[in-house]
């Protein structure tokens, strides 16, 4: 789920010029095309920036967290990161507040942006490290072992790689049992919602972290037929008939209550809607694909398969 952006606030000219200065000091060459650092030599102190929710967890998971120096807005878990200085929304961040934390390293997923931004960091020769946001659990074993690297903690990184696949495979099994027990003729069909208010209200199709997320789940998404997110209407709601329909925490909150949300358009017409089968989970948890995703798809699997 896509929070607020933060409110950016433009670099005074002292504090521009001293961005200036630093980058220049460094080696930085604002404005070189082409240009692009090497990664921090052993000997220096890592100052490190993340961009992406899940990126940010797996620092912590790692017990890595005093290298940081900044988070994005989305690094909402665990809640002492929001303590952290903020560089604003992933995906709408600005060049000079990214460098005014003097990092020599920025750790992003695929989502990080705006393109242009990314192009200054790296004419900027600022080292800039785009993590696979693969909605897999192969990919969360991916970023894990590629941020030991990065962070020049492979060892560390390793030991966590082995305690997700453990979990993992609990999970799974799980699964499994609930699956098992539940002797149904099909699949629950489970549609979900992402909202970030009554009048933004998405639904989401294949190739995303949601749809991902129910396969794993041993649930059907019940919205077929196009790839990622689209608009909810009336009639797409009651056509796809869903069972349960899956929103955030953040996105019930904005509603109100279930109740308030399932007077939104479409839904108190749908099988879900009339006997108000809702799940409800933490936004970065079900779709961050960050190293929670083991118990997030226990306590989904188990949510869902106890409604159904």
């Known amino acids: 789920m896509k929070p607020a952006p933060y409110p950016r606030t433009a ?7 001293q961005c200036l200065a630093w980058a220049a000091s460094i080696g930085l060459g604002l404005g070189l095309p082409g240009a692009w650092a090497q990664a921090p030599a052993k000997s220096q102190a890592l100052r490190v920036i993340s961009l992406g929710g899940a990126v940010t967890e797996l620092i912590y998971e790692l017990g890595l967290q005093q290298l940081l120096v900044g988070v994005d807005s989305s690094s909402l878990f665990p809640a002492v990161a929001q303590k952290l200085p903020q560089v604003g929304y992933a995906r709408t961040l600005a060049t000079e507040g990214l460098l005014s934390l003097q990092p020599n390293l920025i750790v992003a997923t695929e989502d990080a942006g705006p393109p242009a931004v990314l192009r200054q960091l790296e004419a900027a020769r600022v080292p800039l490290h785009v993590l696979s946001a693969e909605h897999r659990f192969e990919g969360l074993i991916e970023r894990c072992l590629k941020l030991g690297q990065l962070l020049q903690r492979p060892s560390e990184a390793q030991a966590l790689a082995e305690r997700l696949r453990r979990q993992w495979q609990s999970s799974v ?6 699956q098992a027990s539940a002797n149904a003729s099909r699949p629950p069909r489970v549609m979900f ?4 208010g009554p009048q933004q209200l998405r639904i989401s199709g294949q190739d995303t972290a949601a749809d991902a997320m129910l396969r794993y789940a041993r649930a059907e998404n019940a919205v077929q037929g196009f790839k990622g997110y689209k608009q909810l209407t009336p009639e797409a709601a009651i056509a796809a008939a869903p069972d349960i329909l899956l929103v955030t925490d953040q996105g019930l909150a904005a509603a109100g209550s279930i109740q308030d949300f399932l007077k939104l358009p479409g839904l108190a017409q749908t099988p879900a809607g009339r006997a108000q089968r809702l799940v409800s989970m933490d936004a970065l948890e079900l779709l961050g694909f960050g190293p929670r995703l083991p118990l997030a798809l226990s306590r989904l699997a188990t949510a869902l398969h106890a409604k159904a």
């Open 11 to 17: 670099l005074a000219p002292t504090q521009r010029r």
């Open 173 to 178: 099994a799980h699964v499994q049992q609930l």
């Open 193 to 196: 919602v992402l909202a970030h």
